[in-house]
């Protein structure tokens, strides 16, 4: 790949009217703030937009030089292409063409994709981290940490608790630089710095225990551990070492009396995973942990606010960060409200089928199903995926499904499965082994019910 980041050094170098396309997640805005920046420090003039990616098949391209980050391998970008234009892919996911389809083409095409290199796109590396690696031919390593965050958000490090192969790389970049500091094996509960440690732990959801959604049984457990809170506000980041090893004895232990036996091999690897702090954030601030960094940025692109995100990528820390802020805070209510309205009445919104359970969710946004459905899990039966449905604009139903780690751990892929199902009944999808979607026609819901009930067939514990 090094010959191409030396090539697309030389393609920027000679081009002055250039236009970035991104991708609405955070790996895509963390994508975008990267391009930005190189290009601003190399002042160029330069438009960035975050789009979908249905947008993108057969699109008009209006620029000498246009790229595609953490998009564009997969769709025809470039079937509009005017001689002379020039075009520049960085992209992760499974490539449409191959390494030598540039040959003979009257414009300029450079696509970098792992996998053309027989490098794993899901998790070796992600958009930011190829976006980070072209600012590094630019000599511009400081932007080690933004590569980092993108793997973190694009969950390239779920299946091990690691990051492995060029995310290593970029993770010992950042931590060469003074960004990054690295706790291996931590415990890996959400809300390390913001979260109180009694909210935190009520968010487990992977396995129903009794602390899950009980801030009173969480509360209880912890003053039993005699792990001393503060009033309350205590965060998993000020445990000290010896409480967290309490606390990973009480979760290893009350998981192991509540899964199945052929589960509790995968226990460590579901309360213990790496931790990444950013140490030139603020102590306290939810900037100063990846992964409630990488939350932030995706509550942004799901309420069309990437701008916002990637301005605080790049550096604003006054104005931006008020409005970053001012999103999450409105994206937490949003999905609060909603959380609500479906686990009111439980017990008739979430309808369980003998291989999976699902929710009408109609009226949710489609951009927060995935979130609304992944929170919704904690209120259901957690050996079964949970699947949400919403309407589209355009009158079709977007669905998203969720899992317990476990599951995927066990080898199920729900992200292939979703993408045949939905392929069957004349949609599309894919994604994540846990963490998946699909848009099918509405009047399909139905029979895709039935059909992904029937593909799970034997696959889930009996
Ligand atoms: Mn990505």
Redesign the pocket.
Known sequence: MSEQYAEAREIITSSDDIKVYS?IDC??ICSGAILSTILDRQNKEHEIEFVNLDVLDDIELTHELTIFS?LGSGQRIDTNAKNGQKIIILD?HPPLRDLDYREGKDYTYLEINPIHHGIDGSYCV??GGLCYFLSKEFGYDDLSWIGLLSAVG?MQNTTTGHFEGLNEIIQQDAIDGGYLEVNKNDLNIYGRQTRPLFVALSYFSDVKLPITNNTNETMAVLEELGIEEKHKRKTLGQLTMEDKQKLYQYLSRSISQAVPGKYVKYISRLILGDSYTFLQEDKGSFLRDASEFSTAMNACGRNHKEEIAMEVLKGDRIESLDDLEAVSLEHRRNIAQAIEKVTADAESNIIELENLQYFDGTGIKPEIVGTITGMILGYCNWQKPIIGFTQTESDGLKVSLRCSRLLSYDGIHFGNIIRQVAGDVGGTGGGHSMACGAYIPLEKKEEFLSRFNNELNGKLIN
């Open positions: 991708h790996d895509g953490d992760h992600c958009g694009d």
